[in-house]
Structures are given as C-alpha cells and as structure tokens.
C-alpha cells in the first residue's frame, strides 16, 4: 500500500480528482495518509475532511527560517510513513532539505507543455495569460518529479489542450484542469503505483 501526502495551498480539484480517482478504484493499493496545507482556509482542506482524510496546516510563517519550515515538513511526513509527496497547488517552494528527504519521490503537475511557460513567476494564471500572449495553438499539462530547479525535474506524463480562438487566461485555465490536469495526474499515480513508472526507490 503506497502512502501519499498531498502539499495544497487552494482549491484544490487536483486533489478532488486524486481522491475520486482512487475512491472509484482507479487507482489502486494506495492511500492518502496526509494533506497539508500552509494555509489555514485553503479549500483544499475541505476536500480532504469530506473524504475522511488526515489534514494538517503548516504555515512558514510560524518557522524561524526555510530550513526548520522544511524540517517540520519533513517531520510530519516521515512520522505519516510517507512514501510519494505530491504537490496539488502548493505555493511554497520547497526547500533542499526537502527535496533531499525525499528524492525522485516528490511529484508536480504544471499547467503547461513544460518546457514552455514553466520556471519561476509561472504559476496560476500567469501561465494561461503567458501562452496565450505567445499565441500558441496547443497547450496542456505536465507531471514531472521535483528537483531543486522550478518545473527542471524528469517529465512523467504531458496532455496537450487546444487553444480557442477568444480564450481568455480563465477560460483556458478551465479547459486545460478538464481536459489535462485532472486526467494525467491520477493517472501518473496509478502508473507509479504499479510500477509503469518506477520513481525514487522504485516506486514503493
Ligand atoms: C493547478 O493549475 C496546477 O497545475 C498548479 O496549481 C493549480 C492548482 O489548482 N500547480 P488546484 O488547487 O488543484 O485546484
């Protein structure tokens, strides 16, 4: 039984689709053993009570500096027994320690074909409003492992999105969780759980 923990900072849909996509059995043999969160009226919290899940709020703010902020991160997952860290919306970048703790086992979804329109300042909107600056027909989402670069680790799954003509950034945003994010995430877990992707120390 792999044991996820899950960093959030928002709404949270990416974890919705996580939690309905292992609730309906789609993905198998796993579990949701923690969501946190940085911010105490992130929605995403919500969610995970709804369904029963462990949810705690970590907030940087009560931590003397980056490294401790990360230790109690660390702390909190490792006494979870954590096995894949996956980030829904989370907002904070981690720290080396992090990274460190728990290499090649830290997965990411980012709204956009990376390498295009990824790396710092690309976060949220910024990323839609970016592309459709650019004027690119095809977008889309990527999983990727996090290392200690921005939207820099190994690409595991990437859904490209078509570009409408009189798209704004929100309603591109909305089309590329739809028909990207929601897909490709559940479906990078469930390929990591059974082994099609072998991660961190082999997937388990
Ligand atoms: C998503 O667009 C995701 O790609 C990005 O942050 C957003 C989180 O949305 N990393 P939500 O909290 O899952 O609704």
């Known amino acids: 039984m792999l044991k996820i923990g899950v960093l959030v900072s928002g709404g949270g849909t990416n974890l919705q689709a996580i939690i309905d996509r292992i609730e309906d059995g789609y993905i198998p043999d796993c579990?949701?053993?923690?969501?946190?969160?940085?911010?105490?009226?992130?929605?995403?919290?919500?969610?995970?009570?709804?369904?029963?899940i462990q949810t705690t709020v970590i907030s940087k703010k009560d931590y003397e500096n980056e490294e401790l902020y990360n230790e109690a991160l660390i702390n909190h997952f490792k006494s979870k027994d954590t096995d894949l860290i996956v980030l829904a919306g989370?907002?904070?970048?981690?720290?080396?320690?992090?990274?460190?703790?728990?290499?090649?086992?830290i997965?990411?979804?980012h709204p956009s074909l990376?390498?295009?329109?990824?790396?710092?300042?690309f976060y949220g909107l910024k990323v839609h409003q970016?592309?459709?600056?650019?004027?690119?027909?095809?977008?889309?989402?990527?999983?990727?492992?996090?290392d200690?670069?921005?939207?820099?680790?190994?690409?595991?799954?990437?859904?490209?999105?078509c570009v409408k003509d009189n798209d704004t950034a929100e309603i591109?945003?909305?089309?590329?969780?739809?028909?990207?994010?929601w897909i490709i995430y559940p479906e990078a877990i469930k390929m990591i759980v059974q082994g099609q992707i072998i991660i961190g120390n082999g997937g388990k």
């Open 107 to 109: 997965i990411n979804i």
């Open 130 to 146: 970016a592309a459709l600056k650019r004027g690119v027909k095809i977008t889309g989402a990527t999983v990727h492992i996090v």
């Open 172 to 181: 591109l945003q909305k089309r590329v969780m739809e028909e990207a994010e």
């Open 114 to 121: 990376i390498p295009s329109f990824c790396g710092k300042g």
């Open 148 to 161: 200690e670069g921005t939207d820099t680790g190994p690409i595991l799954i990437q859904k490209a999105v």
């Open 31 to 52: 579990k949701i053993v923690s969501v946190v969160s940085n911010k105490k009226d992130a929605y995403a919290l919500e969610r995970a009570k709804r369904h029963n």
């Open 90 to 105: 989370f907002m904070v970048v981690l720290g080396k320690n992090f990274i460190k703790a728990y290499q090649n086992r």
